[in-house]
Nanobody
Framework: QDHFVESGGGLVQAGGSLRLSCQAQ????????IGWFRQAPGKEREGVAC?????????VYKDSVKGRFTISKNKHRNMAYLQMDSLKTEDTAVYSC????????????????WGQGTQVTVSS
């Protein structure tokens, strides 16, 4: 059973924007570190953006998305979001949301609960 349901992916031209949403299921999102990850064909899954539980509030971003992507969460809706602006073709990947116990370096190995992901395709 998936612990997140992601939505908002799609096809967009380079320079465009998408907002991904992540609905938590079966747990209280605000008690966990939340991360957005992506995996492109033939590449390893990588951390894109992570945010700690709200009582700490720290964030970690992949260098290549800093200034373009923003992670956020809404504890009342039990959801997390990834706002993606100025998209580039190299951002094309399946994006997944996940929850973990603590925020260290936004590594996939530190996260426990996962969704199936949503496809983001950026065309030239």
């Amino acid at each position: 059973q998936d612990h997140f349901v992601e939505s908002g992916g799609g096809l967009v031209q380079a320079g465009g924007s998408l907002r991904l949403s992540c609905q938590a299921q079966g747990f209280i999102l605000d008690y966990y570190t939340i991360g957005w990850f992506r995996q492109a064909p033939g590449k390893e899954r990588e951390g894109v953006a992570c945010i700690s539980s709200e009582n700490i509030g720290s964030t970690v971003y992949k260098d290549s998305v800093k200034g373009r992507f923003t992670i956020s969460k809404n504890k009342h809706r039990n959801m997390a979001y990834l706002q993606m602006d100025s998209l580039k073709t190299e951002d094309t990947a399946v994006y997944s949301c996940a929850a973990g116990a603590f925020l260290k370096d936004c590594s996939p190995a530190d996260f426990t609960y996962w969704g199936q992901g949503t496809q983001v395709t950026v065309s030239s």
